[in-house]
C-alpha cells in the first residue's frame, strides 16, 4: 500500500503552535502506513522587529513553499490568532497559492486546524471557523475534531484550550507553555485526521 503523507504546517512566533505541531507529527505518525513531516511557513517580519518583540530564534524544521503542498494526501495547519483570525505570516503563504488553486491542486484533500490565543475570549473558536474559507475555496474538505477527544473536552477545573474545531492552547502573557492535556489533544488531532487521510486515499 502506497504511503499516506500528512503535511503538519505551521508558523509560530513564540513557540506554542510549534510546541502542538511536534505532538500532532506524533499522532499522524503513529496510524500505520502514514508518513508525517513538519513544515513552517516564512517568516514575514524583519529581524530587528522580531528582536523589539523578543521572538526567539526559528527552529530548523524546514520551511514550505505553496508547491510543496501538492505532495501531500492531508494537512493540518497551525498558527497564532491575532484578533481572532489567523496570523499575517500564515495568510500570506495561503494568498501565495493561487497557482494551486487555478489548477484545484488540493481539491478533495482534508485539512484540519490547530491554533493558539492569549486569553480564553481570545479566539479558541473563531481563529479556525474564520480560517475556513482558505479550505473552502481550495475545494478542501476540513475536518474537525468534534467531541472525539471524549471526556478531555469536557475539562472544567483546569484551563483547556482547543475545541470542536481543533487542538488549541493558551499562551497567556507568553510564559504559559501548552498544558500535558492540551498536548494529548494535539496527538489526538493528528491520529484522528491521518486516519480519515489514510481511509480518503485508499478509497480514491
Known amino acids: 500500500m502506497a504511503t499516506t503523507k500528512v503535511y503538519i504546517v505551521y508558523y509560530s512566533m513564540y513557540g506554542h503552535v510549534e510546541r502542538l505541531a511536534e505532538e500532532i507529527k506524533k499522532g499522524a505518525a503513529s496510524v500505520e502506513g502514514v508518513e508525517a513531516k513538519l513544515w513552517q511557513v516564512a517568516e514575514t517580519l524583519p ?9 526567539p530564534p526559528k527552529s530548523d524544521t524546514p520551511i514550505i513553499t505553496p508547491n510543496d503542498l501538492a505532495e501531500a494526501d492531508g494537512f493540518v495547519f497551525g498558527f497564532p ?15 501565495a497559492t493561487g497557482g494551486l488553486w ?9 485539512a484540519g486546524i490547530f491554533y493558539s490565543t492569549g486569553s480564553q475570549g481570545g479566539g ?13 475555496h481550495h475545494g478542501m474538505i476540513f475536518v474537525p475534531i468534534g467531541y472525539t477527544f471524549g471526556a478531555g473536552m469536557f475539562e472544567m477545573e483546569k484551563v483547556k484550550g482547543g475545541s470542536p474545531y481543533g487542538a488549541g492552547t493558551y499562551a497567556g502573557d507568553g510564559s504559559r507553555q501548552p498544558s500535558e492535556l492540551e498536548l494529548e489533544q494535539a496527538f489526538h488531532q493528528g491520529k484522528y485526521i491521518a486516519a480519515i487521510t489514510k481511509k ?5
Do not use: H, N, Y
Request: aromatic share 6%; charged share 20%.
Open 47 to 55: 529581524e530587528e522587529v522580531l528582536a523589539k518583540m523578543s521572538a
Open 81 to 95: 490568532t491575532r484578533f481572532g483570525m489567523m496570523s499575517a505570516q500564515f495568510k500570506a503563504f495561503l494568498d
Open 102 to 110: 487555478r489548477t484545484q491542486k488540493l481539491a478533495g484533500k482534508p
Open 124 to 136: 479558541q473558536e473563531t481563529t479556525a471557523l474564520t480560517a475556513i474559507t482558505q479550505l473552502v
Open 200 to 204: 480518503l486515499k485508499g478509497a480514491a
